[in-house]
């Protein structure tokens, strides 16, 4: 029963999302600290049933239904999640060498002889080949006497009257009968071999700290590729909300156009002005036809690309929940300074790079490790068992220390170990690269906030101008003071302004959403 513990003991599994070592579902972040509340992650059954229902609601997507069905359907999430989980079973793996080997071999030898008549023959023996026992030998002699084969560990002699033939199985000789023509043997054979790198000089603590710095790269890679999704499909959803805001912009565009086409021919009905008022009226409304119907493709590009983002075909219909109207422009409450020191402290990614490069240095330490003495300890516990006959059973211990001491290979622990060096010095610097450029994002991510934030106060204030001028001159195209050229331009103005009202919010609010994801908070 011990054996069969030992035996199944190598076969648990332990799912690493339930050890807290990787996320617990692809589209959850990972947690450094296992997580206290422990979360049912749906199946895939449950998410595909939970996407159609969605679908066939009439009802808009509110942003938060957009962010959790992109990060279930993207598989962006679940190759990380995997590499993830394939690295939590390599840093497993990679603690067995702390510990010792055992194994257990059963191995059974049948054997069957054949033999001379009497008057001296020659016995032949046909058996299978066994691992750890000496050479068969057998002679038939005329005489008093029989032969010893010797193999293994012991040999006996047996003699059987006037003929005699003598046959040694893993040690055990057995005499044949001269009225014998052929008999038979089974032997089982039951091997246990125990082996213990006792010393190897940090070699194996330190290919763990490298499996353990992978798996942790791993889990922050997963969670970057988390918060990008999230960024990919807020901004894609800010741009169709803009594309939508653009398109309604110009519907009034059409309206005002309309009213000047109606205007111009009053005015040239009464012979107040010529045909050419009301040809460029006319014209400045088919131009705001054409630039709807751009605006209407680029709301299904938009539409197309979000649900892309989603992981749905991009030919997915549904409507989403437009912004508030009232949207609070906040401010960032932390200044330039405070959010570079929260990007170092937050970014997936940089700590991701970190790992890697301690990865690196502890290959360097297995390396240089590799090259040095090791020590080790062997046993072996050998039982062979004669079926036939059990007094001619027997038992072999065996134990041993090695030590393994690395004189000349050619430098090849030297140069693997500047190798692995020069990797660790490498990915240092590419931790510092992306230190750098996660900076300059934070910078200028935050430059554009501040920017937008003034340009929506402009834009603001454009508009109720725009709006002020757009009005007078129509007025005063009435009553024949301004041209159509005035209240065109006027009208462009106003558009312009519309324009410049929608695109600069939706600046503010995508840039507000780059620092948050420059600084590794989104």
Known sequence: MSLLSIVLSSCCYIDPSNDGEVAEWYNLPWAPLPIKEIHHSPTPEDEIEAEENMLKESQPWHVDNLIDVALRNNPDTRVTWQNARSAAFLWRASRSALYPTINLSEQLLLQKFSGGGIGGGAAAANSTGIVGTGNIGNTG???NTGNTGNTGNTGNNVNTGNTGSSVVVGGNTRGLSSNSTSSSNQLLISTLS??????????RLATIDA?????????????????????????????????????????????????????????????VVTIVDVLQ???????????MEQLRGQTKTTLGRLATAMGMPPNAQFEVVNLPEDLQMEKVQKDIDELIATAKAERPDLAAAEAKWKGQEANAKAAFSAGLPTLTANGIVQNNDNINNSSLSSRYYSGSIILNVPIYNGF?????????????????AEWKSKEENALLEVVISYADFTTAAQ?????????????KAYEAALANYKFGINTILDVLSAEAALSNARAQKIQSRTFWIISLTNIAYATGTL
């Open 281 to 291: 009226a006319k014209s400045t409304y088919v131009n705001i036809q054409f630039q």
């Open 211 to 271: 499996a353990r710095e992978a798996l942790i790269y791993a889990d922050w890679t997963h969670n970057r590729e988390v918060q990008t999704i999230m960024l990919n499909v807020l901004t894609f959803y800010y741009q169709h909300l803009e594309a939508k805001a653009l398109l309604a912009a110009r519907e009034l565009d059409l309206k005002e156009a309309k009213e000047n086409v109606e205007s111009a021919q009053e005015q040239f009905d009464a012979g």
């Open 412 to 428: 090849y622990y030297v140069n693997r170990t500047r190798s692995a060096r020069a990797d660790a010095a490498a990915a240092f």
């Open 455 to 467: 340009q929506i106060k402009f834009a603001d204030e454009n508009f109720l101008y725009a709006n």
């Open 141 to 143: 002699n005329t005489g």
């Open 194 to 203: 125990f082996s213990y790198l006792m010393l190897d000089f940090g070699g």
